[in-house]
């Protein structure tokens, strides 16, 4: 799950790291009025992706008329990008902050370590808006640091992420304390990524001393353990959110959106993959991973019918199912019942496998419905494309 940028700031604060404060607002007038306390101020876009800087969605305003401007233009725009796919994301609040002098940006992050099963330290001092560039171009200059999940975070790997962002005295100190602070949020919150950047080094204050700042920041959860943290899950954005992938968490369905035109309806993780995989090896692009689990309700089969049928660009359904715990009589009896409730125009591919499987292709013959069936996966993906380049008519 991830959050907005103002909620993740708001978050590293209560974790005691230093991050810039703002006001959100959802209206030119409301920004006009919070820089009046602030000004100069900046103007940030709140919606789940990066590159808003580029898209236009951060501004810098000098006066609150200017605020004025800056959020009034920001406001309603469509950030598209790489990250929110052809779609793009929808401004709808903004964050008005205050303007902030520094001298130098950084990157720091801090993500699940698949390998070691621990946590994972990423540094760099080339912070900003190119980073994703600087690891392609010069991976020496970013810096990997693993953290136990078990002993848990030690001064020394704070003290190596210092000396790889160049940083000595009270910066130092103050980096270790930051990132003791991040451990502490990740393990204790279930965090699948918390990224700081840029993270920044201050103009001297009276005492001619710099401080770190978080100047912006990302904070992702582990979905699978939100049941854990109750506050956490009060902060998620549906409207952030893709409407279909929304609505197949609330029935317990895996699903992804993709830019393809064949449906696919599968049970578990790697069937849905192989299937993905397939259609993409004769010729076809799928539109979706939806893996309707194990236990296939036919109250499931039909909220994944559905969730299909909302994208218009979905011209055929491919059912691959096969039947082990859950029987493929059971699951071909919930696709009828599915199917014929909601009426299906399009192309409905199905490759049933497994326990009961003549029952099941016996139930799908006699139903009376539009259905091509498929001696196994290849010719389902196969007849798939067919049907999808045939026009598939709803």
Known sequence: ?????????????????????????????????????????????????????????????????????????????????????????????????????????????????????????????????????????????????????????????????????????????????????????????????????????????????????CLDAKVNFDDNALFRHPDIAALRDIEEEDPNEHKASQFDLSYVSLDGDIGCLVNGAGLAMATMDIIKRFGGEPANFLDVGGSATASKVKAAFEILLCDSNVKAIFINIFGGIMKCDVIAQGVVEAASEIGIGIPLVVRLDGTNVEKGRAILRNSGLRIISASDMADGARKAIAAARDGGSR
């Open 1 to 213: 799950m991830n959050i907005h940028e103002y909620q993740a700031k708001e978050l590293l604060r209560s974790y005691g790291m230093p991050a810039c404060a703002g006001v959100v607002v959802e209206t030119a007038e409301a920004a006009q009025e919070a820089a009046k306390g602030m000004a100069p101020c900046v103007i940030k876009a709140q919606v789940h992706c990066g590159g808003r800087g580029k898209a236009g969605g951060v501004k810098l305003a000098r006066s609150p008329e200017e605020a004025f401007i800056a959020a009034d233009g920001i406001l309603g725009m469509r950030i598209v990008n790489r990250q929110t796919g052809p779609r793009g994301r929808l401004v709808r609040k903004v964050l008005v902050t205050e303007a902030v002098n520094y001298r130098r940006e950084m990157y720091l992050g801090m993500t699940i370590d698949n390998e070691d099963a621990g946590l994972l330290i990423i540094a760099s001092s080339a912070g900003g808006t190119e980073i994703e560039e600087t690891a392609k171009s010069d991976p020496q200059a970013v810096a990997r640091i693993r953290v136990s999940a078990v002993a848990g975070f030690r001064r020394y790997e704070g003290l190596r992420a210092a000396a790889a962002l160049g940083l000595e005295g009270n910066l130092k100190e103050e980096l270790v304390s930051l990132l003791a602070a991040m451990t502490r949020l990740c393990m204790e919150k279930d965090c699948s990524l918390i990224e700081i950047n840029p993270l920044v080094e201050t103009e001297p204050d009276e005492e001619g001393r710099t401080h770190l700042l």
